[in-house]
């Protein structure tokens, strides 16, 4: 089966509807996972991601050797194919850098990520994080607007938590693309995120559809204190399997199911989780009824639901 495309916003790239999330190539990453793949590995699931026709790699210049795998892959230079990185994790843990100081770390970064992708500008740079007051007093836009205007990067997004700063981002009219977490555990952007975004024609990327592993069977390897995912992934595996389906293939076409999702992101070095994204993209949305039953296994906690606040898994 090919994967459909989808515009990716206002950019005039077009992504496939599954893009590969690099960060397991480039760290250990993911419940109970304790040692970074081989060059190898990660190698094999770059080129079988390009062989299923998947067109969009999501990465970024904190992900370990993600970057300089990819860069040293070739993928990049295939015409079809739209890499996206991120720059400034520094801003999604707190720190905020102003003025000279800022604008040189976010050069630096960018200068690393170009010679570890080996090319000369950056199809997409996204901020890796960034709060709403940051945003609105339009330093980094300053900074990113320059660096674009030299050349070194084709479009801008941000990749964000929580609400308040993808709407702060929609209102600069400035950002491309917004990358955001969004699955059947996690529907905050549902209200006002994507209806917004939607309307300003920019771009979704979604990220966390299987939430680090909580809509897999891996979620019974959490500790007792996100007992309430445990709770509700068993209920949508339920649910699932009441479909003749399976967890993460309902999660897989739970995202799809939204329209203002351009692509949703698979996080994995195993092609047979690349396989079974595309049967489950096969398989189409899902009906309103069945969305509707899903909609009640929403959690709003942020604690419970963004990965950056869970205890050591």
Wanted: charged share 20%; aromatic share 4%.
């Amino acid at each position: 089966m090919a994967l459909t495309s989808h515009p990716l916003g206002s950019t005039k790239l077009n992504v496939s509807s599954i893009g590969l999330g690099t960060v397991e190539i480039g760290l250990p990453y993911g419940i109970g996972v304790t040692t970074l793949p081989t060059d190898k590995e990660a190698d094999r699931i770059l080129k079988t991601a390009v062989d299923l026709g998947i067109t969009y790699f999501d990465t970024a210049h904190s992900y370990g050797v993600a970057e300089e795998r990819i860069g040293r892959s070739g993928i990049a230079r295939l015409p079809q194919i739209v890499i996206g990185t991120k720059c400034a994790q520094f801003l999604e843990k707190g720190q905020d850098p102003r003025g000279p100081e800022l604008e040189q770390a976010i050069r630096s970064e960018v200068e690393e990520s170009l010679r570890r992708l080996r090319t000369d500008s950056l199809q997409l740079l996204q901020l890796h994080g960034g709060s709403a007051e940051q945003l609105e007093r339009g330093e980094l836009i300053d900074i990113l607007r320059r660096i674009k205007d030299e050349g070194k990067i084709q479009h801008i997004g941000i990749a964000t938590r929580g609400t308040d700063a993808p709407l702060a981002a929609i209102e600069t009219n400035f950002f491309s693309t917004i990358q955001t977490a969004y699955s059947i555990l996690d529907q905050r952007m549902a209200a006002q995120v994507f209806p917004a975004a939607f309307a300003s024609n920019i771009g979704i990327i979604n990220r966390s559809v299987l939430l680090k592993g909580a809509l897999t069977s891996s979620v019974w390897h959490l500790p007792p204190a996100l007992d309430p995912l445990k709770e509700n992934s068993a209920q949508a595996a339920a649910i699932a399997k009441k479909l003749s389906t399976d967890l993460p293939s309902l999660a897989i076409r739970f995202a799809t199911s939204h329209p203002a999702v351009s692509t949703i992101l698979i996080g994995t070095i195993e092609p047979r989780h690349l396989h079974s994204a595309l049967s489950a993209i096969k398989e189409g949305p899902l009906s309103p009824p069945v969305l509707g039953k899903l909609s009640n296994l929403a959690i709003a906690d942020p604690n419970l639901v963004d990965p950056a606040h869970w205890p050591s898994v």
